[in-house]
Every structure is written in C-alpha cells, then in structure tokens.
C-alpha cells in the first residue's frame, strides 16, 4: 500500500505583497517566483522528494524522506533569504489527493492565505523512519507520443503548447476524479503523476480517456519506491522501455 507524504507550501499574505505599496513589475514577480520554486526543489530533491510548482504562489512537493526539522529549516532558509516567507502544511495516507486535502486543512485552519498574522506556520505529521517502506510512493510518468514528430516540428509553437495543456488538463481532471491521484506538467510534453496502488487497467483506461477526449495520444512508465525520486526514477526507465518497444504502459515491477 502506497503511503504518500504530501507538503502544501504557500506563500504567506502573498497577494498584497505584489501590490503593496503599489503593483510590483511582473518580470521581477516572476523571476522571484521561479528562483523560490527553484530552491524549494533543491532542498527537497537534496533529501529524495520532489517539488511540483503549480500555481507558484501554492506549491505542491511529495516528502516522504523529509522531518519536521527539514521543513522547519527550509522556512528559516527561505525567510532569510526572500522577501516572503512560507507556511507548510505535512499530511500522509494511501490516497495522495486525500492527504493533499488534509495537508491543505491544516494550511487553511492556521489562517487565510492572505492574513498577515499567520506567518511561518508549520503543522502536520510525517511519516517516521522506521514506518517507510519501498512501496511508499507510486509515480506514472507520462508523456505524449511523438510530440516532436507531430506538435513541435509541424504546428507554430503555441498551437503546440495548445495541444500538449489540452491533454495535460483532461488526464490531470480524469487522475485525480477516477483515480485519486495529482497530477503536474513539469516541461515538454511530460506529466509526472504521484498516484495511489493503481495497476495497468486504471492506466490503459485513463490513456484511453485522453485520447478519446482530447485526441492526444500519450505513453506511461510507472515505478515505485521508498522516494519521490525513487519511484519516479523508476518510472523514467519505464517509459523508456514504452519509447524502445512501442507499448504503451510499462509497469517497472510487472513487465508482462
Ligand atoms: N521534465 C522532463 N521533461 C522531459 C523528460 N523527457 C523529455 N522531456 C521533455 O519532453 C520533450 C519531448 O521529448 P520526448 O518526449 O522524448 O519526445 P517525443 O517527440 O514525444 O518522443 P517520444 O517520447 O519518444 O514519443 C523534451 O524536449 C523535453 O522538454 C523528462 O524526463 N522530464
């Protein structure tokens, strides 16, 4: 059974940062935003997990190999050395959409994402070392069949990009409503997804789905381990046996 540590960090009052005193220029917000996204997911990439930016001012990151302790000193990290500071919420369980949903909870009962009284809040729980185990994280990696051939090399580069977040958003709908699972564009054409126990079955009928609601056709590797960065690393092989056989789903523990 997976067991899937979940960390929601947001920015704290972040909204009437960016306009206090007046609006701050765009390119600086987004320059900050990345260099943080960016330095969130070293820290975390440091210690096995993985980051997902998201909505950049909400960042999700799968922790499962990180103590309170390492939250606590990625936000006295982060505070001394950014203009804003984070609050994060720990949760853990088999679903990774119920404990993002709990994570979340702890976020929201500490105060408003835009209260200036709630600064740094750090709460939850984490699963502890000796209750991890191999088969804690599954992650798919997916990605869309011949996108160059296809996408890049044919159509102008937005009608790409189109094409490529329409499939994006119709599997990221369908994972987490039929599958209880969280999905994220991380580049490309790729979609890494952190998922319960799902097997070839949900994975074939979701390639499907995508394909007959959005007509993009995509391909999964599929790993476990202890790790984000495990069972993702794992899923990256996978996907590669999908580029060199031309199947369609690769389950790293199953290659029947
Ligand atoms: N973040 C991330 N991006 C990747 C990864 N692999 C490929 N990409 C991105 O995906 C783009 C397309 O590469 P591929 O997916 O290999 O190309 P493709 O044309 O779809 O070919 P096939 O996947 O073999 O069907 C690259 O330019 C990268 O931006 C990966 O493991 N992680």
């Known amino acids: 059974m997976t067991n899937t540590q979940v960390t929601l960090v947001q920015i704290d009052n972040y909204g009437p940062w960016t306009v206090t005193p007046e609006p701050r220029r765009e390119a600086d917000l987004q320059t900050m935003q990345s260099r943080l996204y960016a ?10 997990g993985y980051t997902f930016f998201t909505r950049f001012d909400n960042m999700i990151a799968v922790t499962n190999g990180c103590s309170l302790e390492d939250h606590a000193l990625l936000q006295e990290s982060v505070g001394n050395r950014y203009p804003v500071t984070l609050s994060l919420g720990v949760a853990t369980g088999t679903n990774p959409v119920q404990a993002l949903a709990d994570a979340t909870e702890t976020i929201q009962d500490a105060g408003s ?28 990696h ?16 937005f009608d790409t990009f189109i094409e490529i977040e329409q499939g994006y958003a119709e599997l990221m709908r369908h994972m987490r409503y039929a ?28 390639l499907s789905h995508v394909e007959e609601a959005v007509d993009v056709e995509m391909q999964v590797g599929v790993g476990r381990g202890k790790s984000a960065h495990e069972a993702g690393y794992a899923a990256k092989h996978a996907l590669e046996t999908c580029r060199t056989d031309g199947t369609r789903v690769e389950l790293e523990w199953d290659t029947a």
């Open 142 to 157: 997916f990605d869309v069949i011949n996108a160059t051939g296809n996408y890049t090399d044919e159509l102008n580069a």
């Open 113 to 140: 994402a835009q209260d200036k009284n709630r600064r740094e809040c750090l709460k939850g729980r984490v699963i502890e070392p000796p209750h991890r185990s191999e088969g804690d994280i599954q992650i798919a």
């Open 39 to 48: 330095d969130i997911s070293q820290f975390v990439g440091n210690r096995g």
């Open 179 to 206: 599958h209880g699972s969280l999905s994220f564009f991380v580049g490309g054409d790729n979609v890494i997804v952190v998922c319960p126990d799902l097997g070839r079955d949900e994975y074939d009928e979701a």
